[in-house]
């Protein structure tokens, strides 16, 4: 079991440019979870999919942010354009049956 | 929305040493879990709790789900340096997916 894949790991861009991160959730996994983590804000959900289907994006931020899950093996959250303050790093999450997610490894966005 | 209430923000032991940590809430949760975070890497979950007043363990690590429900401990014995990190609580509600996270507790652990 590979876990859940996050790529990149690491990210920086400028202000103003597009920024997709990608995420390969646990195979039979059925629930995945885009999560921010900044010092001031800890970790805050930003959307919740249920077999692929959107079920809860409340937590995102603006319509600057967008995701997609088009498969069962694949999601992506989309930045456009970025802004210094969409720094932190982003977890993808995904869980099956059982209580709990399993966290990736995450993506430290730096926008400069 | 709900909030957890992390304690303490961060800890400076010797290795040897237990350590203690909680959380508490203003709602009710029917599940509690304990996550760990080390640099760079994601949240790994510890220990999950599911009902009241149930007590586990797993190795040196003990948590209890509160009575109330309201609240969640972790205990962690003779503490070793790779016991540092960030621990995070987590409760989630009911039939709701979400899991609402404390601020998390900096463990450091000095050899």
């Known amino acids: 079991d590979a876990g859940v894949i996050q790529s990149p790991r690491h990210e920086v861009t400028e202000m103003g440019q597009e920024v997709t991160l990608r995420c390969k959730p646990i195979?039979?996994?059925?629930?995945l979870f885009w999560y921010r983590q900044t010092m001031m804000r800890g970790l805050e959900l930003l959307i919740y999919f249920n077999n692929n289907v959107p079920i809860d994006d409340s937590g995102m931020p603006e319509d600057r942010f967008s995701a997609k899950m088009p498969n069962a093996s694949f999601s992506t959250l989309k930045i456009q354009p970025s802004e210094p303050r969409d720094s932190a790093v982003y977890f993808c999450a995904s869980s099956g049956q059982g209580y709990g997610y399993t966290f990736g490894s995450g993506t430290r966005l730096t926008v400069v | 929305g709900q909030q957890l209430n992390q304690s303490p923000q961060s800890m400076f032991i010797q290795e040897g040493e237990d350590v203690s940590m909680n959380c508490t809430s203003s709602?009710?949760?029917?599940?509690w879990l304990w996550y760990k975070q080390e640099p760079g890497e994601g949240p790994v979950l510890l220990i999950a709790l599911y009902k009241a007043g149930e007590l586990t363990s797993n190795g040196r690590l003990t948590a209890q789900f509160g009575i109330t429900r309201k609240d969640s401990f972790l205990n962690i014995s003779a503490s070793i340096p790779s016991d540092v990190g960030i621990y995070f609580c987590?409760?989630?509600?009911?039939?709701?997916?979400?899991?609402?996270f404390g601020k998390g507790t900096l463990l450091t652990v000095n050899p």
């Open positions: 987590a409760g989630q509600g009911g039939s709701n997916y979400k899991l609402t």
């Open positions: 709602s009710i949760f029917n599940t």
């Open positions: 195979s039979g996994h059925n629930s």
